[in-house]
């Protein structure tokens, strides 16, 4: 189980069902239900941009949300280019849709890596390079200046919060992460 999937398992919200997927009300991981069609699952196939707009709705009801995409993680340990690209192209469909319908007058826009991969289709490994880190929104130069590197990111997300993160190594702060900051 990733990180990610654990946060949302074991958070108040949990997982997303196929059938909030099929209402516009999830992403899948692949942005599309490509994945859950090939399972067997009954999904309507959706376009990374339709996924996009889904994801940016999704953040008004949330004080945080957390979108994991791992598929040119798997590109790269597969060093398949032709992937690598097609996943690249998803990600761009559904970001430039995000980036049109999400408010970032009232919230902060994190995009991040947590690993280099497939910027280096010669290594089937993750690679130390270093990864992106944009910020856009409201507090986007103070979290930015915050970040030397991308294990500064999760410090940097509590302190945006006011949440102290040693303080909290381990414990729940879901009380304290009720509104955004002003």
């Keep these: 189980m990733s990180c990610t999937s654990a946060m949302a398992y074991y ?9 909030m997927f099929n209402r516009g009300e999830a992403v899948y991981f692949d942005l599309t239900g490509r994945y859950a069609k090939r399972r067997g699952d ?4 959706m376009t990374p941009a339709r996924s ?19 598929l040119t993680d798997f590109a790269g340990h597969r060093q398949n280019m032709g992937r690598a690209v097609r996943y690249l192209e998803d990600v761009d469909a559904a970001l430039g849709a ?9 919230y902060l826009l994190i995009l991040t ?3 280099g991969n497939v910027e280096d289709l010669s290594t089937r490994s993750h690679t130390t390079n270093p990864v992106p880190l944009v910020a856009a929104g409201p ?3 103070g979290f930015a200046s915050r970040c030397d ?13 006011g949440v102290d993160p040693v303080k909290h190594s381990g414990q729940p702060i879901r009380a304290e992460l009720i509104k955004l900051p002003e």
Aim: no cysteine; hydrophobic share 35%; charged share 30%.
């Design 98 to 106: 995000v980036l049109k319908y999400y408010d970032l007058e009232r």
């Design 149 to 161: 590197d991308v294990m500064d990111v999760a410090r940097a997300v509590f302190e945006y919060f």
């Design 52 to 70: 996009g707009e889904a994801l940016s709705r999704i953040t008004l009801a949330h004080d945080f949300t957390l979108y994991e995409y791992f």
């Design 139 to 141: 507090g986007h130069e």
């Design 11 to 19: 958070g108040e919200g949990g997982f997303r069902s196929t059938e």
């Design 42 to 45: 009954d999904v309507r196939l």
């Design 113 to 115: 890596s947590d690993h």
